[in-house]
Structure formats: C-alpha cells, structure tokens
C-alpha cells in the first residue's frame, strides 16, 4: 500500500474496532458459495429474501399455546383501540419489528431485517422475516414490506413509535417512497406494558424504560459482559420472562446484532445471522402474547388481573378510554389486592396510588362519602408523600366544609394540610380555606348564642 | 432556513431524508462573513459545503453560492477554495463614510539600554481615559482576556467616585454568560454603556451600533483584524477615530515604524487546508454514512477510494465488490465525534462558591489548565476570583470572591517530539524540515503579578494533566558543531539559542499572515539525556501549527527557510538595544546578557550556508 494510505492508518486507527463475538471469531471458512437459502431457509420473493416460518397452534409459548394467544386477539381486537391512543386499531394485526444497523438513527442507519408477524385463520402464528442482502436491494425490500403492512388493521410494536416507525419512515424517504405506516393505527406495547408490568420501587422513580434498555448501546468495554440484571426490568426479554412465562436458550444479545450483520456483508457468510433472525422471530412471537394478554385484560376486566398492579394500569386505562365504571371496578378491586398482599415498600405504593385513583373515580362519580373513606384510608397508609397526603388533606377538608358541613374537622385537615405543604401557592390556598372556616365557625357560634 | 455550520454539519446533513423538499428545492446558499472560516474552521467548513453538495446532486438540485466577506486579500480565493466554485467578485463599496482619522500610538521610552517602553496597557489606559472624559463613546480591544479584565479593572478606578460612572464601563470577552453579553451589547447600542473594552469577541458579527473611537492596546495581529476594529468606530457620516497603541512586541514595533506596511500592503490571505487528512477522512466518514460514495466519486484532493479502502480495513465501510458503492457499516454517529471548531467540544465552567454555588462563566477545554488553575485569579469584569479547586475530570473549577492586588499568568512547558518528516534541507551546519509531531504541553506552575506595577510577587508550582496533540511543524536544527564554533560559554549559547527562537517566532507570524497563536514554538536543546550531552545534541527549534493534524503553516514555512532567517536577522541588527529587548530576541531579564549577540552569531554561521545550499531531500525521519 502507498504512502498515503499508511499515514491514514495511523490517524484512523484509534477508532473503534468491530466487536465480533469471541465463538464467531473461530466458525470455520465458509463455503465457497455461500448459499443463503440453505443457511437460512428462506427463499426470493420480488427482488427480496424473506424467512418464512410458521408457528402451529399447539405450539406452546410460556404459559400459552399460540392457539390460545390468537383466540383471545381475536376475542378482545374490540379493545384494541384502547391501546391506540384513540386511532382505529382493529384485526388483523400486523406485529413488526426491525432489526438495525445502528440506534443513532439518520441516513446511514438502515433496517437490515424488517419481522413482521400474523396470526392466520387456523390459529397459527407464521413470521415473514425480510432480509437486507445487498444495499442496493432496500428499495424493493421497502417496497415489499408496505405491501405486507397495507392489508393490516393495525400496526403492532414494541416502542415503534419512537424507533422502528420513524425509522423505515426515513429509510422510505431516502428512497423517495411512500410509507405506509404513517395512516395506519399504532398499538406500541411498550407503552402499556410500562403501565401494566414495570414494578415501581418507592414513588415516582420516574419512567425511565427507553430503547437503551431493550437494545443496549453497543461499547466495545461492555460488548460482551452479561447485561446487568434489574436495569432494564421492562425490556422485552424481561417481559418475556415474568408476563408470558417464557425463556430463550441461545440467544444472540441485542447490542452484538449489528456486528452480526457486518459480518454478513463482508464475508457473506450468512450463518451468523441465523441466531439473529431466531431472535427477531421471538421477539415477534412475544409482542404477539403481550398484545393478547393485554387486549384478555382489557376486555375481561381486573378479574382477571394478577396482582393489583395490573388492576390498577386496568383502571386507568378505563378511566382514560372515559369508562368510568369499568375504571371504578378495576381500582376497587386494585385496593382490595393490595390489601390480601402483605405490606412492603412497593405494595405501599401501589396502594397509595390505587387509593387515590379510586377516590378521584368516586368523586367524579359524585359518591363523594365513599371517596371520603377513601382519602382517610390514604393518610392511614404509613410513608404516604406530602403531595398526596395534602391532596386528601384538602379533599377532606373541602368535603367536610361543604357537604357534612362539619366545620371543626374540616378545619382539622386544613390545618393538616397546612403542615404537609411548602410550596407557596398551596400555603396561601390552605390559609385562605382556614380563615374562611373560622369566619364561619364565628357566625356559627354567633348564631348559637342569639 | 437559517443555520450554521455546527447544525448543518451535525443536525441536517445525516439526517437529510428528512430535509429532501429543503434539498430538492435549494437554490441559494449564502455565507456571510467569509473571512471567518479560514484556519482548522475555514478547512472544516469547505468539507462541509463539499458533503452539502453531494446531497444536493442526490436530490437533483446545484445550488448557487452567495458569499460575503470583509476585507482580506483573497476573497475570492477563499470563497472559490471553501466552495469548490467559479466566483465572480463585486468589490465596491457604496456606503457613505464620515471623516475618520487613525493614529499609531508608541509608547515612549523608558529605558533605552533595556529598549524598554512604557507600558502598552498604561498608555492604553490613559488615551481612553481622556476620549470618556470627553464623553465619547469607545471600544477598547486587548488582546487577551486577562488584558481584557486589567484594562477594565483600571478604567474603572479612574472614574471612581463619580457616580454611576464606573457601571458605565463594562468588560466584555468569551466565557461571559450570554445575559451579561446582550445587556452589555444593549447598554452599548442605547448609549447607557460609555466604554466597553474587549477582546476580539466584539470584533464582528454582533451589531453594537456605531462609536465614537475604538483604541487598540497592541497591534491586532493582522491588517484585516485591525481594519475591522477600527471599523467599529465611525459607520455614518459623523467624525471618527481609531487609535492603535503599540506593545514593545517585535510585530507591533515593525508596525508602527513602518506605517506604509499597514495602510499600503494589501491585508491578509485567508488560508485553508481542507485536504488536512485528519479533517477530510473525518467528513469522509460523515459523508458516508449520508449517502454511499460510487467507486467513481471525487472528494478533495486526495484519492477517496484509497482513503475509503483504509476506512473499510478498519469496518467503518464496505464495498460488496469492485466497482459496487462503498456503503456504511458501522454502529456510530460520525457526526458527533468531529467538532468544526476545535479539538474537542469540552469545555470548563466556573462556579461561584462565595455564597450559593452559581456558574459564572466557562472557558474551552485547551485554555482551561492555564487559566484555571488551582490559586489562579480568574477576574470577571474587574472582579476577583481564586480558584480554589480545578476539577479536571468533571470539567469543574470551582472559585471563591477574593480581593488581592495581583493576577496570575501560566507558565507552560511545551514539549515537541518529531513523529515523520515530510521534507529535508541540510544536513550541515544547519537543517531545516518539516513534518509530522507530537505536541505536549503541560502548565507547571504560575507567576503572581501585581496590579499596575507589574511586579513578580511570588510563584507556586502545579501539577495539572498534560495536553497532546498530532500536528505539522517547522524545525530549524543547529549542529553541535555550530554551536562549539561560536565564542560563548555554553549557558551563553544556549541564551543564543532561546533568543533566536523568540525572535524566529515573530517573524514566522509576520510571514505567514496568522494570528498570534496560530503558531507555537518550543526548543529541544537535548536536557533529557544530561547537562553533558546537551552540548553535544544538536539544538532544535520548532515552530509547529497550534491545531491538531496542522492547518498548512508549516510548509509554507518551510519554503521561506531563507527568508525566514534573513529577516529575522535583519530584525535582531536592526534594532537599536545593546543586548536584547521584547523587540527582538526578548527582554533581557529573560534571555540573558549576551543572547543577541549570540543570536547574530548563530545567524551568521547559518546563513553563509543557507547561501550555498545545495540540495532537498526527501526522507523518512528527523
């Protein structure tokens, strides 16, 4: 090599160096026409490499067969727009999931292999896997994918509305396309299943449940040091673990993919990327029983929920849906399991949380004695926050001024508020309530003595 | 759309898809204040404009490019260098210009063996302080910030007493928070500010209306730079005045004995060197992750497919085959590690800890050790602070409110290692080169100097963390053999030595047309191997490119080997100091008796070679 080329060695150098896995380093040659068909399994449709593969309904995934998941989709697709954010979502789903070059996202990111799963007629579970092979062929793979996403009722996703949707929306640009997943209902699990299944540890550990936990960021120091447990409690392997009951041997990690898939381009030795698209295939099967047991929740009711957490993300769901009643019950019943559980620090939580969800429920519903009982029981619950405890402080001095008329307890829990708050604006506000109170307690006690 | 650089380079660019109606629709860039982007910014931006149009060809449109520049040599140059186009220049200016006059200051001598002036600052000081107390509203640059904040310090003291008067003197420099920025700028445009001194933050760019008189402590460096400050002043019809006072620097004393240098030559060239291979491989990166580059593309000067080919040995790009496009293959954000304007995009901020902890100001990441080191005085418009703890690792510095009679000043030490050399002329008596070093500096300690006399009132030593960088230098070596020849006790040669350098350095910067720190200089006299073989290594002077990777001083430079030294021997004879002065080898305090005389020596011996040159070679090491 020339010169020039040593001395842009040198200033290159540092960078990054490819991780390749440790066991990929030692696969031994590949064949001297290496045949994607037989490595993968999969075949050429239009210009593209799709792996098809299909999951009978017998199939067992976790606590479900696949039979089961579909039955109950297609039981609950009703209820899926409760999970829309209000757009039309109905059957059938489509569940799609990329997997990608990088997380950076912008023009040099690409969607190597686009997962997108049904489930059919007879209850089984078939993936189409589309596979990136060359660059130049992302414009029929693009093509390809929007025709299988248009004759879906709804998209389905774990966090695709911040990674995967925009993404092969800038993928279609680039290629001047039209993408199609823009007009079509979204249903991005991670969402709810933030609601539904991430265990809170103390309050308002802010929800902090994003990409990096479910694809960790790629550094050569971490590249191959198991994840470390607890820190992404809502990422879908660990969903896959505790919600569907379900367990991978094998797996590839989510941070060595795109190495993979560089791999591949260079050597074109498909065989690393057989781990992957079995991982991308899981993935789509999991979101699949996500999706259904959240849609069995919402169209069965807390009954069914398994532990009050449950209930309680049921209740607000309901509550945000403006099914008021429905919502009532799931917070009631959320109560009564905190209630059976024994008491830890994030059972007291969850009380909390449901106690004051169901006491705002009763006094939009104007069982305002019910709900009274409610934010009494609230202060009851040892390690209650200040902001809260001076809600219902305030709640019950606000109810006993006004409809028990009972003016010394109100001015009691005013009084109590006023211990419990710091901010200004609540201060003025509780001194405001206590002076009135004492106006009317002097005109009272006026009226007793004429 | 308006942007910048940064944004265009960082922001839009990788994410093109999503700006296509922007790109298919562009028809005009504009760039204003072309002068700006020369140096290590000038070469990123050209890498920039070359990836903007490669996104533009991808979406079918050619954009024309509007450029304006303020006064300097070559505006056409740099704008056909920055864009890669044909210009057409239009150079006629239509404004109507009041009455300016513009008056070149020497300070006068205090003492001629010495060569030594009054000082530049207490002149400065002096002429403002009359202008204020005709009420006319006036700028006053300095150089630094640290002259920034003295100036400002003494202004302030002569009009103590008069009330509200010293409110309507401000300081102004980088690292002020952008509150106390637009209030002084609004205090400067409504009349409510009646001087402001600063450094050349308020040289351009930032509207303050028109004044009465901007004064200059010190020569700017360049003509274009004191054209534009001097512009400051005087924009209408009414009657002006820009004064420059000279600093017993070797530039500014040529200056102002030579007027007809200033007001006849023609300003600066603004240079660039977009094909600085740290530069160009890092857009070349950016540019492939935007689009793939066809095994046909051109981009600089260089060959991109060889550079693509070294890019994808280390798996940032692929090529599926010959012939095929090289595509992106890598998990990174290119983008985000290459900052347009300086090494690193670090930077330290300084908290106030008198009474709640609050930030008061922030500094870049090079100039940190030495302005923010541990018992440093930091000064903030006129008031004091000591750093107590410099947080290196989080970027920290944390200061007290202090009230003393004295500031600090760094002292640096500058080592150059010699990594590959491009090109060779010598060997004997002398050699000059250039080529490829490594640079690390370190600031070892500080000097204590007080207000108004300039006393050296005590040191401390420090242990702060070093700072490398790769760059291009000159190097000037001096043979053993040349230096047993002369006359002089070995301490009086080594003064020699350092004496030459001081001056060589001044006269690189006037060659070369850069500002001051531009260029660095440091010596290798061979300490480290003992006081007994430093006489027998040969004496080396570098006078490198102060940016990472080189910014094109250095060959240059090399080129005008000759006349690099003959000028600077003709700055050491001509000035008329027995044995040195800040005007040519330095001041004698720092170089010792017999350094200028000692210099010449050196020079002579040198030259006579120099003369009889007789061939360049190529080689492979210092």
Not at chain 1, 345 to 356: H, K, N, Q, V
Not at chain 2, 564 to 593: F, H, W, Y
């Amino acid at each position: 090599m020339s010169a020039l080329a040593d001395r842009i060695r040198g200033i290159v150098a540092p960078g990054a160096p490819v991780p390749i896995e440790p066991g990929l380093r030692d696969l031994p040659a590949p064949p001297a026409c290496p045949d994607l068909v037989a490595a993968l399994g999969g075949l050429w449709r239009g210009g593209c490499f799709v792996v098809e593969r299909r999951s009978d309904p017998a199939v067992r995934h976790g606590y479900e067969a696949v039979g089961t998941l579909a039955e109950r989709l297609e039981e609950a697709s009703g209820d899926a727009v409760l999970y829309s954010s209000g757009a039309p979502a109905r059957a059938p789903f489509v569940f799609f999931d990329l997997e990608t070059t990088g997380l950076s996202g912008g023009a040099g990111t690409q969607a190597f292999l686009v997962g997108c799963a049904r489930f059919e007629a007879d209850g089984s579970f078939v993936t189409r896997q589309f596979l990136l092979t060359r660059y130049t062929d992302e414009r029929p793979l693009l093509e390809t994918v929007s025709a299988e996403l248009a004759r879906a009722g709804a998209l389905v996703s774990f966090n695709g509305k911040s990674f995967d949707a925009p993404l092969l929306e800038t993928r279609c640009l680039f290629h001047r396309l039209d993408w199609i997943g823009g007009r079509l209902p979204h249903v991005d699990v991670l969402h709810a299943a933030r609601r539904f299944w991430k265990p809170r540890e103390g309050r308002r550990d802010g929800l902090r449940c994003d990409r990096a936990a479910r694809r960790p960021e790629p550094s050569v120091a971490q590249a191959f040091r198991p994840a470390r447990t607890g820190d992404s409690v809502c990422s879908l392997i660990a969903l896959e673990r505790q919600v569907v009951g379900a367990r991978r041997v094998g797996d590839v990690a989510g941070f060595a993919i795109p190495a993979r898939y560089f791999q591949f381009i260079r050597t074109g030795d498909a065989r690393p990327l057989v781990a992957v698209i079995e991982h991308n295939r899981l993935d789509l099967l999991t979101l699949a029983a996500l999706t259904a047991r959240l849609l069995h929740l919402a169209r069965n009711g807390p009954d069914d929920a398994r532990d009050a957490r449950e209930a309680l993300a049921l209740g607000n769901l309901y509550a945000r849906a403006g099914l008021d009643t429905r919502a009532r019950d799931a917070f009631r019943c959320a109560v009564d399991m905190t209630d059976r559980s024994t008491a830890n620090g994030s059972m007291a939580t969850l009380e909390i949380d449901s106690l004051r969800s169901l006491a705002v429920a009763l006094r939009r519903a104007r069982q305002y004695g019910d709900a009274a009982v409610c934010w009494r029981r609230l202060l009851d619950v040892p390690g209650c926050p200040r902001p809260i405890a001076r809600e219902a402080t305030e709640a019950l001095a606000i109810h006993h001024e006004h409809r028990e008329r009972d003016l010394a307890a109100a001015k009691a829990f005013a009084l109590r508020s006023l211990e419990n708050e710091s901010q200004p604006a609540w201060r003025d506000a509780a001194q405001h309530r206590l002076a009135r109170l004492e106006r009317k307690m002097a005109i009272r006690s006026l009226k007793f003595e004429v | 759309m308006l942007s910048n650089p940064d944004m265009v380079h960082s922001g839009i660019l990788p994410h093109h898809p999503r700006w296509a109606r922007l790109f298919e629709n562009l028809r005009y860039v504009i760039i204003d204040e072309l002068h700006a982007y020369r140096g290590v910014f000038g070469s990123h931006l050209c890498n920039v404009l070359r990836r903007l149009r490669r996104i533009c060809r991808h979406y079918g449109s050619n954009p024309l490019f509007l450029c304006s520049s303020a006064t300097i040599a070559n505006p056409r140059e740099l704008a056909e260098r920055l864009t890669e186009q044909e210009f057409e220049i239009v150079n006629r200016s239509g404004a109507p210009r009041g009455e300016k006059f513009f008056v070149f200051v020497n300070p006068p001598v205090v003492s001629q063996e010495l060569g030594i002036r009054r000082s530049y600052l207490a002149e400065t000081r002096r002429i403002a302080s009359e202008f204020l107390k005709r009420n006319l509203q006036l700028i006053v640059f300095a150089q630094s910030r640290l002259s920034t904040e003295i100036l400002t310090t003494y202004l302030k003291a002569d009009f103590e007493g008069i009330p509200g008067a010293p409110g309507r003197i401000r300081g102004y420099r980088g690292g002020y928070l952008p509150n106390r920025r637009r209030e002084i700028e609004k205090g400067l445009r409504d009349g409510a500010v009646r001087a402001v001194v600063s450094t050349n933050a308020l040289e351009l760019g930032i509207d303050i209306g028109a004044l009465d008189v901007s004064v200059m402590a010190g020569y700017p460096g360049t003509i274009a730079a004191t054209w534009q400050r001097a512009g400051r002043a005087g924009r209408r019809t009414s009657r002006s005045a820009a004064v420059m006072v000279a600093s017993s620097a070797p530039l500014d004393q040529f200056v102002v004995r030579n007027p007809s240098y200033f007001f006849d030559a023609s300003p600066e060239r603004a240079l660039i060197d977009p094909d600085n291979l740290h530069i160009l491989v890092d857009h070349i990166k950016c540019g492939a992750f935007e689009l793939p580059f066809s095994a046909t593309e051109a981009f600089g000067r260089h060959d991109v497919q060889e550079i693509l080919g070294v890019l994808s040995e280390q798996g940032f790009v692929h090529q599926a085959g010959e012939g095929a496009p090289w595509t992106w293959t890598n998990e990174s954000y290119p983008a985000d590690a290459v900052s347009l304007r300086s090494v690193s995009s670090d930077n330290f901020v300084i908290v106030d800890t008198t009474g709640e902890a609050r930030v008061i100001g922030e500094t870049d990441f090079t100039s940190g050790p030495a302005t923010l080191h541990p018992r440093a005085i930091y000064i903030v418009e006129a008031k004091l602070y000591q750093v107590e703890r410099l947080d290196f690792e989080g970027r920290k510095a944390f200061v007290r409110e202090i009230d003393c009679d004295y500031y600090t000043t760094a002292i640096t030490y500058t080592k150059v290692t010699p990594i590959d050399t491009f090109a060779e002329k010598g060997p004997y008596p002398s050699c000059a080169s250039h080529g490829e070093v490594h640079v690390v500096s370190r600031v070892v300690g500080f000097k204590k100097i007080k207000f108004y006399t300039n006393e050296n009132v005590g040191s401390g030593e420090l242990d702060l963390p070093e700072q490398q960088m790769h760059t291009t230098s000159y190097c000037l070596t001096i043979l053993p053999e040349v230096m047993r020849l002369l006359p002089y006790a070995p301490d009086e040669r080594r003064d020699g030595i350092v004496g030459l350098a001081f001056a060589l350095r001044q006269v690189a910067q006037l060659l070369l047309m850069c500002d001051g720190h531009d260029i660095g200089i440091s010596i290798d006299s061979g300490d480290g191997e003992g006081l007994a073989s430093a006489a027998a290594s040969p004496q080396k002077i570098f006078v490198y490119d102060n940016y990472p990777g080189g910014i094109g001083f250095s060959a240059p430079l090399y080129q005008m080997h000759r006349e690099l030294l003959t000028s600077t021997r003709r700055l050491i004879a001509d000035c008329p100091c027995e044995n040195g002065c800040p005007g040519c080898v330095g001041p004698v305090g720092n170089t010792g008796p017999m350094a200028k005389a000692a210099a010449l020596c050196i020079l002579d011996v040198v030259l006579e070679d120099a003369a009889t040159e007789r061939s360049t070679t190529e080689v492979q090491a210092f």
